[in-house]
């Protein structure tokens, strides 16, 4: 009997500031443990590896919090660790969520570079009283210049969060 292939979910839990509406474990914190979160992660992998013996990974989302906070390197550091420890899919898809400020786009290439093939862009509305509201920390031209930044740095499979119904 052939197992089925898996998904893997990753989550960094935290944020430049946590917005009002979410309710995942996210914490806002302006000095993130990148190193020693990479590898406690790597680490509880490790322990759990023998659940994906011979299994295909199909895809990979880093979820959080604002993962795209991490710096590249330690993204780049995650993705090596995933690389040595289980098996890919020939067409895997590596998603990373990202929030639409400057500092996070400028890092765009670098999570390319790190073997991210997927951002999923939290806009949530291009409308900025409504991000106000939201409690968000862009506005609507830093959530078209992240779109824009996107593909210039090579991503071609993005999406973009957009909240229906706000009141």
């Known amino acids: ?17 946590k917005c009002p509406y979410c309710d995942f474990n996210s914490h806002e914190s302006a ?3 990148e190193h020693d979160y990479v590898a406690a992660l790597l680490a509880d992998l490790d322990s759990d590896l023998h ?8 895809t990979l989302f880093i979820g959080g919090g604002t993962p795209s906070l991490f710096s590249a390197k330690a993204i780049e550091k995650l993705m090596q660790g ?7 899919a020939d067409d895997f898809e590596a ?3 990202a929030n639409p400020g400057s500092a996070e786009a400028d890092k765009f290439s670098g999570f390319l570079q790190a073997s ?7 806009v949530q509305s291009f409308q900025d009283d409504k991000l106000r509201a939201l409690g968000r920390v862009h506005n609507s031209d830093q959530a078209r ?18 909240m229906h119904g706000l009141p």
């Open 1 to 17: 009997m052939q197992l089925p292939p898996l998904s893997l979910y990753v989550h960094l839990p935290w944020c430049e500031r």
């Open 31 to 33: 000095a993130l443990p």
């Open 51 to 58: 659940l994906a013996e011979g299994r295909k990974i199909e």
């Open 82 to 88: 995933l690389n040595s420890r289980l098996l890919f």
């Open 95 to 97: 998603t990373m969520e």
């Open 116 to 122: 991210i093939n997927r951002l999923s862009l939290g």
């Open 145 to 162: 210049f992240a779109i824009e930044h996107a593909q210039s740095s090579g991503f071609h499979n993005f999406n973009i969060d957009l």
